[in-house]
């Protein structure tokens, strides 16, 4: 099956500062999506971005299929942008829907 | 802005006993998924159902697990008799197209096994 891998596996900033999260797939996509998973557990859904650009406030999000990998910027970070970010990517044959990588741990301090 | 609800958001259950989460998927959609995720550990699949029957299922997805819509609306997943490994985030999903399109993840339901 497809491979996903995220870099890096953990993450330490101070408030303010900004990040790029990367993420490598093994085989075309036509799904892709980045997800922030909460303290609670929860996965908030941050982008549906199978090709190009999309910005949402402080965060943005590039993916580049024809080279298989997909940026997740984060501006200005706060505090409560600390989490685990997935990346997770969908192939044509379409019957798992998703395959998630193993995730950015992200921590923010004031 | 529609929403994947799921109940209960936190089950506590002791070894051997029946589980049943409940999963109400977005309202036009047709293909629904569900996910485990074990603490620490990224988000796996478990299972995709579509026409009323699953269209795959993992290697995790054993004889213990089931899934069914009953009436339409719900989308379920019963664990027969859960084990201590089975304690878990279980996320349900769905989506409107088969394979492209986002996918909808529910909030989860943390299951505890004692």
């Known amino acids: 099956g497809i491979q996903v891998e995220q870099s890096p596996p953990d993450l330490i900033l101070q408030e ?20 922030h998973q909460n303290p609670w557990g929860q996965l908030i859904n941050l982008f549906y971005i199978p090709s190009g650009t999309k910005q949402n406030g402080r965060l943005s999000a590039t993916t580049v299929a024809t080279e298989r990998y997909s940026l997740l910027y984060i501006s200005s970070s706060q505090t409560t942008d600390s989490g685990v970010y997935f990346c997770a990517v969908g192939t044509n044959t379409g019957r798992r829907a998703l395959t998630f990588g193993s995730g950015t741990r992200l921590q923010v301090q004031p | 802005e529609p929403e994947v609800t799921q109940t209960p958001s936190h089950q506590v259950t ?37 026409n009323n029957e699953i269209s795959e299922k993992s290697e995790i997805f054993d004889d213990q697990f089931s899934v069914e819509r009953p009436d339409g609306s719900n989308f379920t997943l019963k664990i027969r008799s859960t084990k201590l490994e089975d304690s878990a985030m279980y996320f349900c999903a769905s989506r409107g197209q088969f394979n492209t399109g986002e996918l909808f993840f529910g909030e989860g339901s943390r299951l505890t096994v004692l």
Not at chain 1, 23 to 34: A, T
């Open chain 2, 14 to 50: 002791q070894m051997g006993q029946e589980v049943i989460l409940r999963c109400v998927p977005i309202s036009n959609h047709l293909y629904f998924y569900w996910y485990r995720q074990i603490l620490g550990q990224k988000v796996e699949f478990l299972v995709s159902f579509y």
């Open chain 1, 16 to 35: 303010g500062a900004n990040s790029t999260l990367r993420c490598n797939f093994s085989d075309s996509v036509n799904n892709l999506q980045w997800f």
